[in-house]
């Protein structure tokens, strides 16, 4: 079967191998295809909680020394199938430095956001003759599987500096993109790119109530609004990779506020004497929110929680957008009224300041 892309480039599927072919230039054109630039199979693993181990077997062993410029990029979705790919997990071999911002030099492995071109994340990398073990925090690819893996080739002598053309080989692994055209995105370039947040830490949507219902994952904590009544903490923790910084998703008086703070007893998640602040809530009586994780245009760690407000009928009537930086420890606020096409700011300085969140507890108060 074959499927055709507006770029010129076609896939044809056997199973779920792909062969990647180029009208444009090919590494087949530019010398003799190694076959330790071709895919032979890919599994994903989990080898302990939070982890995502991506096996890459090519049909050749991998010399040492080789100074050719090769790229092994598996793309991933980390807003679901749905979605375009956002994420690139990859390993550049030989003589060839990724164009990410930091670069991603050869012989090593990263994580990349595709749209603004930022290397977010580390990744370790072994190579083992025909075999490629990269493995990272599962939290880069909200545990996602990659949709498709590709490989680009030039060999040693060649003058080209960009192997974005220069495709060598595919391999679909998610069968959700059996069924469409899919076009591998360029290498990098950050200009005039928007700030992104590709990792998402709830979906937009009803997918908890405060109090939660029966059979939600919900934990009575102790009372965070000050109202006497126990409150709730919900299974959405996730820790800011490379900081300590961590964040936790709490109910509190038919609310739902995030929380932001330290994990001191390496629990894995974010207690109420662990709060420093709250960076997001659900302020609407009827009400849906979705936040995400990423990096902004400076390359700083930014969390982004939006939630929505709505008439009856699911219409929506307004929405407050919270966007917090870690390194900076800032919060500003932002509210729509057209649907997100607009939005006037209402606060910008530290959590602790903002005047719907004073009257919250967090370590530094006394419960």
Known sequence: MLFLTSRGFAFLVVGCFVICLSQGPSAAQTGTMPDFARIGDITTSSPQPGVTKLTITTLGPIP???QSKLTFEAYFSSLGPDYPSDTAVLFSHGSYTYPSDPAIAPGTAGVVDIP????FGDADVVVDGSTITITFAS???NDMLPNYVVTRFLP???AESDLTPYLADCFIVSSDYLSRSTIPPAHPS???NPPTYPRLIIYRGFEFNSPPKWGERGNQVADIN???NPDWQYPVNHTIPG?????GLFGAGGCFYLGVGIDQ????HLDTNEITGYIGMCQYIIGGNGGAIGVNQNGQWTIVWENYGYYLFGIEKERTRYEYIVATDTLTVLVSTDGGNTYTQTFSGKPTKYPKFTSLVTSGTTQ
């Open 226 to 228: 000050g109202d006497g």
């Open 116 to 119: 603004g071109g930022f290397a």
């Open 190 to 192: 950050r200009a005039n």
């Open 64 to 66: 040492s020394g080789d």
């Open 265 to 268: 007893d390496g629990d894995d």
């Open 139 to 141: 939290v880069f690819v």
């Open 243 to 247: 900081t300590e910084v961590t964040i």
């Open 156 to 158: 040693a002598d060649s």
